[in-house]
């Protein structure tokens, strides 16, 4: 048995305070609780507690401090049990105090598994555009169960999936006129494939595409990749410089009747 001899708040978090107790030895320190700790059990000045009732009050202060910080990790953002978990891990909180934290929080609702994959899925495809293969790779990181990622994912339609690829697509070929269409398109897909797409959804969004229908397009791309190289293959004769010349642009994707025609008229091609 111990009897409480002292209880100060303490100096640097106001709302905690340090119990001190006297089990017949002289004054020594005990344990800290928070204010509701304090009340709940009537803390005072020459109160009675058994090994017991102070082994209660300081796992019960452990779960309280345990759930603030899981409540203060919570108002950023929802979180999976997996990352909640992690967190108060960080905060060295010991195993069984974290078990009957998740508890609480999933029995107020605070931690729900489906509707954080439901929520993530729907912000990352609005938002970023991803696509579902990036999404379920995310959500298994975050410690969500298979049954509730294809849940999740159930909610992305192809039309927003298709809708989202034409976006990142439409982006892509603004910023990419010095390539051959066949780059273009090779490009794209592997693009398309990083954010996440299926070989299926790819292969339609490219198809509803045009690469390659406009050949001024096409001739301005070439003679941009012609310029890149000519001088440096224009050292030799004639016939090693339009090998060289047809080699570079062929790996660059150009067809090789279009490449024919750059060698033997290339003022139609590059003008300045």
């Not at 020459?46 to 910080?69: F, M, P, Q, W």
């Not at 999976?80 to 978990?85: A, G, L, N, V, Y």
């Not at 696509?131 to 959500?139: D, F, N, S, T």
């Not at 066949?182 to 954010?195: D, M, P, S």
Request: with cysteine; proline share 1%.
């Amino acid at each position: 048995m111990a009897f409480i001899t002292k209880i100060t708040s303490q100096q640097k978090n106001a709302e905690r305070y340090n119990i001190y107790l006297d089990y017949g030895k002289g004054e020594e320190f005990g344990f800290g609780v928070d204010e509701h700790t304090l009340l709940k059990h009537g803390l005072a000045k020459g109160k009675e507690l058994s090994e017991l009732d102070i082994a209660e009050i300081c796992t019960g202060d452990h779960v309280r401090k345990a759930y603030n910080s899981a409540l203060d990790f919570l108002s950023y953002r929802m979180r999976s049990t997996m990352e909640i978990k992690q967190q108060l891990e960080k905060k060295e909180f010991q195993p069984e105090t974290i078990q009957e934290v998740l508890h609480q929080l999933d029995e107020s609702g605070l931690l729900n598994d489906q509707q954080f994959a439901d929520a993530f899925t729907r912000t990352q495809w609005q938002s970023s555009g991803k696509g579902p293969a990036v999404i379920r790779q995310e959500l298994i990181k975050k410690g969500i169960a298979p049954l509730d990622i294809e849940q999740a994912l159930s909610l992305y339609s192809h039309e927003e999936q298709r809708d989202a690829a034409m976006v990142h697509a439409e982006k892509f070929m603004k910023k990419n006129h010095a390539i051959s269409a066949f780059q273009i398109q090779k490009k794209l897909e592997q693009l398309l494939i990083r954010k996440g797409f299926s070989f299926n959804l790819i292969s339609e969004v490219v198809q509803s595409l045009e690469f390659g229908g406009d050949q001024d397009d096409e001739k301005e791309a070439l003679a941009k990749q012609a310029n890149k190289v000519m001088y440096k293959y224009n050292k030799g004769n004639d016939y090693e410089y339009r090998q060289k010349m047809k080699q570079y642009l062929y790996r660059k994707g150009f067809q090789i009747e279009l490449i024919d025609e750059f060698l033997e008229n290339p003022e139609e091609f590059i003008q300045g």
